[in-house]
C-alpha cells in the first residue's frame, strides 16, 4: 500500500497571507491528483500533474510534482476566505489511488 | 462534462433496517466506480472498488456482505447498508472512472450522510 503523508495536517491563516501545502511518498505515482472538498460535499479536483518537475498554476494556485515523482506540494498566494476546505492529494498508480489524511485549511477574513 | 451524483444526499433509519445509496455517472460511461466512507474531519477511505459487470473488490477490513455494491450498468452503482448500526453512520462518498478517461481521472459525487439512529 502506498502511503501518502500530508503536511500540515491542519492550518490557520489570515487572509492575504501566502501557504504551502506538502504531500510525501517513498512512493513513486504516475500520476498525482489535488482536491478540495468542502463540508458537505464530495472532493472536487484541482489538478492532475503527470511529469516529474511539472508546475501547474490555477491563478492563485501552484502545484508542483517533484522530480522523483514522489512528493507536490500546493502553494497558494493571498489566501482568501473562499479557500478554506480541505485539501486532498491523491496518488495513482496502477489504476489504482490512495488518498493522503488531508490538510485543513481556514483563511480568516 | 463527467458529473456524478449520488441519491439520497442524507438520510435517516433505524437501527437494523437497510440503506441502499445509489451512485450515478450522468454524461459519461463509467467502467470504474469507487466506494469511500468518511468520518467527520477525516480523510477519505477507500471501501471497495466495482467494475461494470463484475463483483466489488473490497478492502482489507470491509465486510461485504454488509456493505452491499452493485455495479449493473455502465452509469449507476449502488451501495447497501445492510442491518445498519450506529457505528455505521458516516458521510458515504462513490467516485467513477470513465471509459474514455485517463485511468487517473476520478470524479466524486457530492455524498451522502447517514445517519444510523
Known amino acids: 500500500t502506498q502511503l501518502l503523508e500530508q503536511s500540515p495536517q491542519f492550518l490557520s491563516i489570515q487572509e492575504g497571507e501566502n501557504l504551502t501545502v506538502y504531500c510525501n511518498s517513498s512512493?513513486?505515482?504516475?500520476?498525482l491528483q489535488w482536491y478540495r472538498q468542502e463540508p458537505g460535499e464530495g472532493p472536487v479536483l484541482l489538478v492532475t500533474v503527470v511529469t516529474g518537475g511539472e508546475v501547474k498554476k490555477l491563478k492563485r494556485l501552484t502545484f508542483q510534482f517533484g522530480d522523483a515523482r514522489k512528493d507536490s506540494s500546493l502553494h497558494i498566494t493571498a489566501a482568501q476566505p473562499g479557500d478554506t476546505g480541505l485539501y486532498l492529494c491523491a496518488g495513482a498508480e496502477n489504476n489504482d489511488m490512495r488518498f493522503g489524511a488531508g490538510t485543513r485549511l481556514t483563511v480568516k477574513p | 462534462g463527467a458529473v456524478v451524483s449520488q441519491h439520497p444526499s442524507w438520510v435517516i433509519c433505524k437501527s437494523g433496517t437497510s440503506v441502499k445509496i445509489e451512485c450515478r455517472s450522468l454524461d459519461f460511461q463509467a467502467t470504474t466506480m469507487f466506494w469511500y466512507r468518511q468520518f467527520p474531519k477525516q480523510s477519505l477511505m477507500l471501501m471497495a472498488t466495482?467494475?461494470?459487470?463484475?463483483?466489488?473488490?473490497?478492502e482489507q477490513g470491509v465486510e461485504k456482505d454488509k456493505f452491499l455494491i452493485n455495479h449493473a450498468s455502465l452509469t449507476l452503482s449502488t451501495l447497501t447498508v445492510t442491518s445498519a448500526h450506529p457505528e455505521d453512520s458516516s458521510f458515504y462518498i462513490c467516485?467513477?472512472?470513465?471509459?474514455?478517461?485517463?485511468?487517473?481521472?476520478?470524479?466524486f459525487g457530492p455524498g451522502t450522510r447517514l445517519t444510523v439512529t
Open positions: 512512493s513513486v505515482f504516475s500520476s
Open positions: 466495482s467494475n461494470e459487470g463484475s463483483k466489488a473488490t473490497y
Open positions: 467516485s467513477a472512472r470513465g471509459e474514455f478517461r485517463p485511468s487517473y481521472e476520478q470524479y
